[in-house]
């Protein structure tokens, strides 16, 4: 099982693991961005919220790999989610990337004040137009992901969520492997912590690796998950890409798992009522 660079889920080839780009702004976060896509990201993750889809368009042209070859991943945020403001985000996020399109458009943050059903339509609306090849959601609920698919039908690729040793995903990954989409963990790392786990840094001398990278591959290894770590340091991101030359064991995979605790390091008001 070495390897994995890739997942297929639904049928798409993705990088299993991609490069978040939170607060890399200005002219320093776009020589970030080049600089990742420069050590071999593919994945590339932004948002309306992160005020840099200027800076990520410009890095990806600037790399001379061609946009083909780059998955890129936006989102709008969610006082943005009636339909009619759908639409207009959207292409606004086109006219900063500079492109005709992205791979895939995600819900940044589910909310009640506009029904689901209609921002679903209207982000359903982008991809049959071209603009997103496939649609998503982020920090979705079990019970929200059971509205969006059974009752609104939505065709739903990811679904990005906060996701490390220390926070089970379990109820959420039973569900979401059931509809076959891709869970991809933002802050895998758990914002560093988890190189102050015993576990961890045991496993990383037994495997030749650091803690960051057993738990980046942890993730990896598991069906349908991949792994947005943000960095700007180009040392940080050579690391985190050098996971794909060992496997961990089923044991220690599951030594893994029992770490979890029910740590969550993102958290705010708008926040759903978590699984």
């Not at 458009?105 to 059903?117: A, E, F, Q, Y």
């Not at 979705?140 to 065709?155: I, N, Q, R």
């Not at 963990?185 to 576990?199: E, N, T």
């Amino acid at each position: 099982m070495t390897g994995l660079e890739t997942k297929i889920v639904q049928g798409e080839t993705i990088p299993s693991l991609g490069l978040g780009t939170f607060e890399l702004t200005g002219p320093d976060g776009e020589a970030a961005i080049r600089t990742a896509i420069e050590l071999g990201y593919r994945q590339i993750d932004t948002a309306i919220r992160y005020g840099n889809e200027l800076e990520v368009g410009r890095a990806i042209r600037e790399s001379g790999v061609p946009r083909r070859e780059l998955f890129v991943t936006s989102k709008i945020w969610f006082n943005d989610l009636a339909p009619e403001t759908v639409s207009c985000r959207v292409d606004e996020i086109l006219e900063r990337l500079g492109f005709d399109y992205v791979d895939l458009l995600l819900v940044h943050w589910p909310t009640r004040d506009v029904p689901l059903g209609e921002t679903l339509a209207a982000f359903a609306e982008a991809k049959a137009k071209g603009k997103t090849r496939l649609i998503g959601v982020s920090n979705f609920t079990v019970a929200l992901l059971d509205e969006a698919l059974d009752v609104h039908k939505a065709e739903l690729f990811c679904n990005q969520v906060e996701y490390h040793p220390f926070l089970s995903q379990q109820k959420l990954l039973d569900r979401m492997n059931r509809a076959g989409m891709l869970l991809n963990a933002y802050q895998p790392i758990a914002r560093g912590k988890v190189f102050g786990s015993d576990l961890l840094n045991d496993l990383g001398r037994k495997y030749g690796k650091s803690a960051g990278q057993v738990t980046l591959r942890w993730l990896i290894q598991q069906d349908n998950v991949g792994a947005i770590p943000r960095s700007a340091k180009p040392e940080n991101m050579k690391s985190n890409r050098d996971i794909f030359d060992f496997e961990l064991s089923q044991h220690d995979m599951a030594a893994i798992h029992a770490l979890a605790r029910g740590e969550r390091y993102s958290r705010f008001d708008w926040e759903p009522e978590w699984d």
